[in-house]
């Protein structure tokens, strides 16, 4: 399966503004996917995938991640719309014949990060906080993030921001976050 058809069944699963959300994190993985030298077409395939699930129903999502022995974080337990990401990346290999770990981890870690999610991970969780259509940032958010050196800075910006965020809204980051931000503060690097 190539990106075309795969935007495609995209299309057709998903309301017309989350796609155009999906869009816009395409074009973002797409950026950053050249500046450093990843795969640009499996990039943008799970720029397109990664929210292919976001409209199935919370309580399905945890009965269907718990008969697939899908790791689900005590934050997902609690708000199971989280596991849209962990759904997602179930059903990427199975609808694309495509079985790239790289893309699997991207997809299921683009919510809240992991030290495991990889450069391709790292593309996909910065793509999907920054693109355009995101009404919480400026032109000039995007260029603090976007200017990093690599991605280890940029997935610690987004961090910081999501630790701002839930400092405001009187709520503890979630724990894998807070690992992914402790592992490239000590000097972790993603996996390419």
């Known amino acids: 399966m190539d990106y075309t058809e795969l935007e495609k069944i995209v299309s057709q699963q998903m309301k017309a503004s989350r796609f155009e959300h999906s869009l816009g994190v395409v074009e973002v993985c797409e950026v950053l996917s050249r500046r450093f030298r990843l ?3 499996l990039s943008r395939m799970t720029g397109i995938f990664h929210d292919w699930a976001r409209y199935m129903d919370g309580s399905k999502m945890l009965s269907f991640c718990r008969k697939n022995s899908i790791e689900v974080y005590a934050e ?7 596991l849209h990401g962990a759904v997602a990346a179930w059903y990427f290999p199975r609808i694309t014949n495509i079985w790239d770990d ?3 981890k991207a997809i299921r870690n683009h919510t809240l990060a992991s030290p495991d999610m990889g450069a391709l991970g790292a593309v996909l969780y910065v793509a999907d906080y920054s693109e355009k259509g995101r009404r919480h ?3 000039n958010d995007r260029l603090i993030i976007w200017g990093k050196p690599n991605l280890e800075q940029m997935v610690l910006e987004v961090l910081k921001r999501e630790e701002e965020y839930s400092f405001t809204v009187s709520r503890p980051m979630a724990d894998i976050s807070v690992k992914t931000r402790d592992f490239l503060l000590s000097g972790g690097k993603f996996e390419i």
């Open 137 to 139: 940032l400026d032109d």
């Open 102 to 104: 790289r893309a699997v």
């Open 39 to 41: 795969d640009v077409e």
């Open 76 to 82: 997902e337990e609690a708000s199971p719309m989280l």
